[in-house]
């Protein structure tokens, strides 16, 4: 007999002493997730422990709980009940792109042993311990992997939870990341101090209050109050950091603000005033919370929403606060946090280098030195103004990743987006070099406008009183766009449609469910939300006390009464009924893009749809417009944030309530800091210039301002007519997410069922297939203009290296190590670009030499923009159309 025989049998004979009743029929009673915790044979441990790839600790040999506790749920695992979980799951996750292809080959080899109709008991053990292994990972755990690296399958209920530590902390530490955040955000590359940045730096606070601080307090009612809660536990770190996550970004309005307020853009001095940015900053921050809760039923308690970007946050977490094991992972022996600082130091020390000391290391356009007056290789190779087609462009871990997270996202998403972004590169080029729209005579990979003799489009010259003057604009010129913006927007147009067409044909299940889900919710309204529900997770949430679904919907109110006084009280041009019009589109379209980015971490935007219905239906009226867009943007986007930190606290196993409340708080914080930075912003030097030296030109700034001039004060109606082929793209996105859907799925399913004797080989292709996203291959083409392919090629070999060839055969080593590498990395980073900015940047101390002066020695940086391609015609002296046609 085998020792896998051996073990089985053992098991058979444990079972009557470690059987329990299953939760899954017991929706409402938590009482058995969590179990006690009892002897389970070596042998099965060992073995478990071995297929979860987990090693011993080289200290004692010893298992840490997560394998006790998995051992003793396999054990009480009967065949009958794990067959029935393995084919519901296996057929859950059938369109699932995040379960692993090995995986999928192994329990499909399971059902077919089990499915020959014979007695189930008298299969081979190997087999009958394997099924019961994976009904034990897909009802006790997770069948992802990754999650499993960065979660337990237990809930630790002896720990501190939300204390005042972490309110201070949060609050401390959303200030200081909202700061940064803001202050950088107008840079390109911008640098971020994210949420996964400010867990090595809450880590220290936390531990210091925990060790310097006495024990003074008092009990009331039961419940002690004291100054020092204790041991600085992982779901504090958990709950601070979620606060930061959630508002530590900078919000979608900022760019409002500063194209309204700067002299370069439309020089309204109003819009400096405090009252205004304020208001309109609240709104728009917290109007999304009102949407989160129709969002988690559909993007929080399903597993397949898995949630790829919020995985490194867990990770550091465990890292800086899981107690460390002496183990040897691949002959690796180094702690999670020692790794991370050794990380970090290097980051730290080595991004002085390439942004500092030797610049061409960080914009490697070293094909352009070859020839540096030739124009044509400057716009294809070069990094600055070109469209970056480089092998090696950078040496850069900021700018390699500025376009891909190349461990946060799956690999088939890295390369998908990065291949869409490459086809854009090619259109562009077509697109330029045989002037199709007059592009030829502009830059290539600009996301300014121009008029019709090249220069920078002055929307100043074509408004009266702030409102578009027809008479002016005939005297003046229509605004052009570059190839590359001609090209981002045409994919922007084409994705809404794209998207919802073919996220609905594809993940209907889950649309059809959370809107039956949605309406059992209003009409049971005191039914628990994790009613039905029997994944590990949601048992575990049943202790916890739920948010109503009126918190949300107040919240929604109270924002949609200040909307309605934003645009009353200010001179914003905003009729009210665009709120409610607002309302309505996100409400299309956030499930879809909501169900997208917890698959797959690509997030999708409303801004170009809803500056254009805006701009056909107020013509003219460039604020409105922004602010509309500024609404749908921020609404959606908040909303999905929300949620996505919802599943941070399922999987952390976190109060939801306690999220609730210092979300509101840490978003007030972070809107009074913004502000503040945007004030100072204001006054610095030749801000948002296309030739500031140190590298805030503010991107998304000029791209807001474009796209206010183009769809707000000349309108959709005159640009469609002088870019036809558009307004066109509307029906080729809904027409392509109709076919992708008929070639990979119909298609396979008729073949199936013609040639039944090859169904196995064709699902086996079906599965392959889907594993191209077209979706994340429309997006890739909106990564021009500004950005090249310079912010995407280094993030490629990195993607391929980590989640390529070291996932799939380090996968222990993936697990432990590298999601807290890249924190790791981006911490390094964020740090030494403060220091750097303030101590050699702030108050110049340029370094002069070759190093740092080659890159705008040639045509690629010295030409910002590039001459043009085509010269503008000495007769009439402009190119285009004549006044009489626009």
């Known amino acids: 007999m085998t020792i896998l025989s051996a073990t089985v049998e053992k098991a058979k004979k444990a079972k009557e002493i470690w059987l329990q009743d299953d939760p899954r029929d017991q929706d409402d009673d938590d009482s058995q997730v969590q179990a006690e915790v009892v002897e389970v044979d070596d042998s099965l441990i060992e073995w478990i422990a071995m297929k979860l790839g987990i090693p011993p600790s080289d200290f004692d040999g010893s298992y840490p709980r997560e394998v006790h506790f998995m051992a003793e749920k396999l054990a009480e695992m009967t065949l009958e009940k794990a067959l029935n979980i393995v084919k519901v799951n296996f057929e859950y996750h059938d369109h699932d792109n995040n379960f692993r292809h090995e995986y999928r080959v192994e329990i499909n080899g399971l059902k077919e042993a089990f499915g020959s109709g014979e007695d189930p008991e008298k299969e081979d053990p190997e087999n009958i311990l394997l099924v019961r292994y994976w009904a034990t990972i897909f009802h006790w755990w997770s069948p992802y992997p990754e999650v499993r690296s960065v979660t337990d399958p237990y809930d630790e209920t002896e720990t501190t939870v939300e204390t005042w530590r972490v309110w201070v902390l949060g609050t401390i530490w959303v200030a200081i990341a909202a700061f940064v955040n803001q202050f950088f955000s107008v840079r390109l590359p911008a640098i971020s101090l994210g949420s996964g940045v400010c867990q090595l730096l809450l880590y220290p606070c936390g531990r210091f209050l925990q060790y310097t601080l006495p024990d003074w307090g008092f009990t009331f009612r039961g419940k002690r109050y004291t100054l020092n809660p204790g041991v600085w536990s992982q779901k504090e770190q958990l709950l601070a950091t979620i606060m930061i996550g959630c508002a530590a970004g900078t919000p979608y309005v900022t760019s409002n603000i500063i194209t309204q307020a700067l002299p370069s853009f439309y020089n309204q001095d109003w819009a400096r005033g405090f009252g205004y940015q304020f208001v309109l900053t609240l709104v728009t921050q917290m109007m999304g919370f009102g949407l989160a809760g129709l969002l988690k039923r559909v993007a929080v308690y399903p597993v397949k929403a898995m949630w790829p970007s919020l995985l490194p946050t867990l990770a550091v977490n465990k890292a800086l606060l899981a107690p460390n094991r002496k183990e040897s992972i691949n002959g690796w022996k180094i702690s999670r946090y020692t790794f991370f600082m050794i990380i970090f130091a290097f980051s730290f020390l080595y991004f002085w280098v390439p942004n500092y000391l030797m610049n061409f290391l960080q914009t490697f356009n070293w094909m352009t030195w070859i020839a540096p007056g030739n124009k044509d290789l400057a716009v294809v190779t070069g990094s600055v103004a070109g469209l970056g087609f480089n092998p090696i462009p950078t040496f850069d871990w900021n700018q390699a990743v500025a376009g891909i997270a190349p461990i946060t996202l799956p690999l088939y998403t890295s390369v998908t987006g990065f291949v869409g972004t490459f086809f854009g590169g090619l259109v562009i080029l077509a697109v330029y070099y045989t002037n199709n729209s007059w592009t030829a005579h502009i830059p290539i990979n600009s996301n300014r406008l121009f008029d019709n003799k090249g220069k920078s489009f002055n929307v100043t010259r074509i408004l009266t009183d702030y409102k578009f003057d027809k008479e002016k604009f005939l005297n003046y010129s229509t605004p052009y766009y570059s190839a590359g913006n001609l090209v981002l927007y045409s994919a922007f147009f084409s994705i809404y449609t794209f998207s919802f067409v073919y996220t609905i044909l594809m993940d209907w299940r889950a649309m059809r469910d959370a809107i039956v889900e949605t309406a059992k919710a209003l009409r049971y309204i005191h039914r628990s939300n994790y009613h039905g529900r029997v994944d590990p997770f949601s048992r575990y949430m049943r202790r916890h006390k739920e948010v109503p ?50 698959y797959t971490a690509t997030s999708l935007s409303l801004n170009v749809l809803s500056e254009l219905i805006i701009g056909y239906a107020l013509p003219g009226r460039f604020m409105a417009l ?4 500024a609404l749908s943007v921020q609404i959606a986007e908040q909303a999905e944030n929300y949620t996505s930190d919802q599943k941070l606290t399922h999987y952390a196993h976190l109060p939801p309530r306690s999220i609730f409340w210092l979300q509101i708080w840490a978003t007030l914080v972070n809107i009074f800091v913004c502000l503040g930075v945007i004030q100072f912003q204001l006054g610095l030097d030749k801000i948002c210039d296309a030739d500031n030296r140190l590298k805030f030109t503010c991107p998304s700034e000029t791209t807001f301002f474009t796209a206010s001039i183009a769809w707000g004060v000349i309108g959709p109606k005159k640009m469609f007519d002088k870019y036809p082929v558009m307004k066109w793209m509307f029906l080729f996105g809904a027409c392509a997410g109709l076919f992708f859907w008929f070639v990979q799925v119909m298609v396979p399913y008729y073949m199936a069922k013609k040639w039944p004797k090859y169904s196995e080989k064709i699902h086996y292709y079906r599965r392959k297939c889907l594993y191209f996203n077209p979706l994340i291959f429309v997006v890739g083409m909106l990564a021009w203009a500004p950005q090249n392919l310079t912010y995407k090629v280094g993030g490629l070999y990195l993607a391929i290296l980590f989640n390529g060839y070291i996932k799939s055969r380090y996968l222990s080593w993936w697990r432990k190590y590298a999601y807290v590498l890249e924190a790791a990395m981006d911490t390094g980073i964020a740090l030494s670009g403060i220091i750097i900015f303030f101590s050699v940047q702030y108050h110049p101390k340029d370094l002069e030499w070759w190093g740092n002066d080659v890159i705008y020695d040639g045509m690629d940086g010295g030409g910002i923009p590039l001459p043009p391609h085509v010269p503008i015609p000495e007769d009439p002296g402009y190119f285009g159309p004549p006044p009489s046609q626009w």
């Open 549 to 598: 679904d009126w918190w949300f919907y107040l919240t929604l109110l109270i924002m949609f009464v200040l909307a309605i006084v934003l645009v009353e009280v200010w001179p914003v041009d905003t009729p009210v009924w665009s709120i409610v019009f607002v309302m309505g589109l996100v409400a299309v379209f956030i499930i879809p893009f909501t169900v997208f980015v917890s």
């Open 626 to 629: 922004n602010l509309i867009k």
